[in-house]
């Protein structure tokens, strides 16, 4: 693994069923964020967790939970989806030392 | 809590031409500006920052000024070339342990050539 990852790149999901989202990033970044983006409204942040073991809200925390067992990974979860959140997920990691946030390749999710 | 404000929301210009993006944010606290660039289909990159001890930084074709007194800040891009039409993002940090990115809601960047 090179930077960070998400899987699935795309996903079609029926309203009230729970999804996954995966982030990975192998830069032993302690921050994690994950953000979705919706035409017009920019990056807004749902979860962000400074540290393995921390998790904390965003803007837009509502229908979403994440966890931070390591360092790594920082799945994001749907317990039980709705048209809403129809979206492009990305999860970033931050630099310490610059403070540079690195995004992910995106998860286009849509909710029917 | 922090806002972001970004203008304009579309912008065209003739390849060779200058663009410039502006954004202001509330939080006075706020300490580190970073812009991103987002290709269509692809993920946000980081093109240039600016920490609030710094007035203005240059990376060749690309500018950013700060005023932290009018709390805003402006992206420029000199000589325009049709690679750098995309969509940008402003962002602002909040001053305090998250360290989380308050983002504008976005220039779409048209280069005709």
């Known amino acids: 693994i090179a930077g960070i990852t998400q899987a699935p790149t795309s996903q079609i999901l029926a309203a009230g069923r729970r999804m996954t989202l995966r982030c990975t990033q192998d830069m032993r970044h302690n921050a994690m964020y994950w953000y979705r983006q919706d035409l017009g409204l920019g990056l807004r942040l749902i979860h962000y967790?400074?540290?393995?073991?921390?998790?904390g809200k965003g803007e837009v925390p509502d229908g979403y939970s994440v966890s931070r067992a390591n360092t790594d990974d920082f799945p994001l979860t749907l317990a039980s989806a709705v048209p809403s959140q129809t979206s492009v997920y990305f999860c970033?990691?931050?630099?310490?030392?610059?403070?540079?946030?690195?995004f992910g390749p995106g998860t286009r999710l849509t909710v029917l | 809590g922090e806002n972001v404000e970004q203008h304009p929301s579309t912008l065209s210009v003739q390849e060779g031409d200058s663009a410039v993006i502006k954004c202001t944010y509330s939080?006075?606290?706020?300490?580190?500006f970073p812009w991103y660039k987002q290709e269509l289909g692809k993920r946000p990159q980081l093109i240039i920052d600016?920490?609030?001890?710094?007035g203005e930084k240059k990376d060749q074709r690309i500018a950013v000024t700060l005023n932290k007194t009018a709390k805003h800040f402006s992206l420029h891009i000199t000589e325009t070339q049709p690679e750098d039409s995309a969509v940008y993002f402003c962002a602002a940090r909040k001053m305090d342990s998250s360290y989380k990115l308050i983002f504008g809601s976005g220039t779409r960047l048209l280069v005709r050539p």
């Open positions: 967790s400074n540290t393995a073991g921390t998790t």
């Open positions: 939080d006075s606290a706020s300490n580190y």
């Open positions: 970033a990691s931050r630099d310490r030392g610059r403070g540079e946030q690195f």
């Open positions: 600016i920490r609030s001890n710094v």
